[in-house]
């Protein structure tokens, strides 16, 4: 089961990875006004398992 998730998440044409996509490309348009809310979530794409303050410690450095 493991191993079909991973395979799911890793494909673009799947549809968890279309879903995945739709979500963040949706989430990046509502912070489109938004840099401090645009670049949490460019923070949270490359690793999602950050804590508040890790997070904002990646956004100072940017």
Do not use: W
Not at 1 to 18: A, E, P, Y
Not at 37 to 50: E, F, Q, Y
């Amino acid at each position: 089961m493991d191993k079909i998730l991973l395979l799911q998440l890793v494909n673009d044409r799947s549809t968890l990875g279309f879903h995945l996509r739709y979500l963040y490309e949706d989430a990046l348009g509502r912070a489109r006004g938004s840099t401090i809310l645009h670049g949490i979530l460019k923070v949270l794409a490359k690793d999602p398992s950050l804590t508040i303050t890790e997070i904002r410690a990646e956004c100072e450095k940017s």
